[in-house]
């Protein structure tokens, strides 16, 4: 059975990680499972640096693996995780790509309630975000393919106790960091003034 295609495929940006490793697959219950030190890494940069929208980052071990038909104009970096120490990325940039513009987010931190009111309602947006498509209240046209995915109504009140369980610990240390970049960020004119 085909797949009607999402109707905001034209506004979709990838942002991909690729590691290469070694993995343990079993079988939990009724579920495939895969674990191991490399899945962890692989897991762990997701969360990365790199300030783009959209780009491919390998480890040194995925981008010595692949084998590329031409050569790629990648950025080398590092990315360090606990447990981990530094890792030798590659990010390539896609086509379209964007960073966010140095001087929207001049304009941005000039007014600082607006920065950490922006940066909230990003983190909550994202965060109890999760809910909707969780329990089908979600805006026509989004998440429209959802309703065929199967989730037991278990799986989705798991699923969702997590979110609810955990916002009392991470809503308020997600709400101290963005208080703490936006007290501490300076603007461009505020590091021309002379001390």
């Known amino acids: 059975m085909l797949m009607p ?6 506004q979709l940006k990838l942002k991909i990680v690729v590691h290469s490793g070694e993995a343990i697959f079993h079988k939990v219950g009724d579920f495939d499972d895969v674990s191991g030190v490399d899945v962890i890494l692989a897991h762990r940069l997701l969360k ?12 040194e071990s995925a981008y010595r693996d692949i084998e590329f038909e031409t050569s790629l104009d990648v950025d080398q970096g590092e990315e360090n995780y606990e447990g981990f120490g530094a890792v030798r990325t590659f ?6 790509a964007s960073e966010p513009k140095p001087e929207a987010v001049e304009r941005l931190y000039e007014n600082r309630s607006h920065a950490f009111a922006t940066a909230l309602r990003i983190l909550y947006k994202g965060y109890f975000g999760q809910l909707q498509p969780l329990f089908g209240s979600r805006n026509e046209g989004q998440y429209s393919n959802l309703g065929d995915v199967r989730i037991t109504l278990m799986a989705r009140a798991v699923m969702a106790a997590r979110v609810v369980l955990l916002a009392p610990i991470l809503v308020p240390i997600g709400t101290a960091i963005q208080a703490y970049r ?3 960020r300076s603007t461009r004119a505020e590091r021309r003034r002379p001390t």
């Open 5 to 10: 295609a999402c109707q905001n495929v034209d």
């Open 48 to 59: 990365n640096s790199i300030p783009s929208d959209e780009y491919v980052l390998m480890t």
């Open 91 to 96: 990010t390539y940039h896609t086509e379209g």
């Open 182 to 184: 936006a007290s501490t």
